[in-house]
């Protein structure tokens, strides 16, 4: 298999491993403006992906992506599951047949799977949801790829990034989900979605050089 393609496993691997392993926290986190349900919702979906792992198809990076994506919108309840099934399901359509991907590839791909959230969630940066991170994220990781920076430099960057924009949803009103029924008083609190990308960002980032210097027994293989 080609080392890009392994690379696109590894991001998913990593996504699913952190919502499983952060189902408390951010669940706690969600509950503070929302229904609280996000964390295990999440946890839930993200367990059957792993579970299944060895079984997703593999043929080329857009039935892989695409698998997943029925997966999630299969397990995940409330409003997580369609947004997080139609990211996958959009990144899966924008990588096609291809059995490789580029640097370009990937961001292409994010930026589809950020269009797909945008549309069925009818939102978009400023919303206080997931996007107020991840939209910068990539377009940090974007201009520091173009920039020439290796993939570990533009990882860190666009880990960062998120991280920032995610504690910057405190000062922003919720205007989607549960939690737009608070109004002002979702003021100085932090958008759980946005949380997420940023842990998940900093897990890829974290864990990124490891991957690139390729598992030394079968069973650290994701």
Do not use: C
């Not at 706690?28 to 919702?41: E, K, M, N, P």
């Not at 939209?135 to 533009?154: I, K, M, N, T, Y």
Request: hydrophobic residues 45%; glycine residues 12%; negative net charge.
């Amino acid at each position: 298999m080609d080392e890009s393609f392994a690379a696109v496993e590894y991001v998913v691997h990593t996504i699913a491993r952190t919502a499983v392993d952060n189902e408390t926290y951010f669940g706690d986190l969600d509950a503070v403006v929302g229904d609280g349900d996000f964390g295990y919702s999440m946890a839930r979906g993200f367990e059957i992906v792993l579970a299944g792992w060895d079984g997703i198809d593999r043929t080329d990076v857009g039935t892989f992506l695409k698998k997943v994506a029925l997966t999630i919108t299969g397990r995940i309840g409330g409003t997580s599951g369609p947004i997080w099934g139609t990211a996958f399901l959009r990144a899966g359509s924008a990588a096609g047949d291809k059995t490789a991907v580029s640097a370009d590839d990937a961001v292409a791909m994010l930026r589809a799977a950020i269009e797909g959230i945008k549309t069925r969630g009818q939102s978009d940066v400023g919303d206080k949801t997931l996007l107020d991170a991840l939209v910068p994220a990539v377009d940090r990781l974007e201009a520091e790829l173009a920039a020439g920076a290796d993939g570990q430099s533009a990882l860190d960057a666009a880990a960062t990034t998120a991280r920032e924009r995610a504690e910057a949803t405190r000062e922003l009103i919720a205007k989607r989900g549960r939690a737009a029924y608070t109004g002002e008083r979702s003021i100085g609190t932090l958008d759980a979605g946005a949380v997420a990308v940023a842990v998940m960002a900093e897990r890829v980032a974290q864990g990124w050089a490891d991957h690139a210097a390729g598992p030394t027994t079968p069973e650290e293989a994701p």
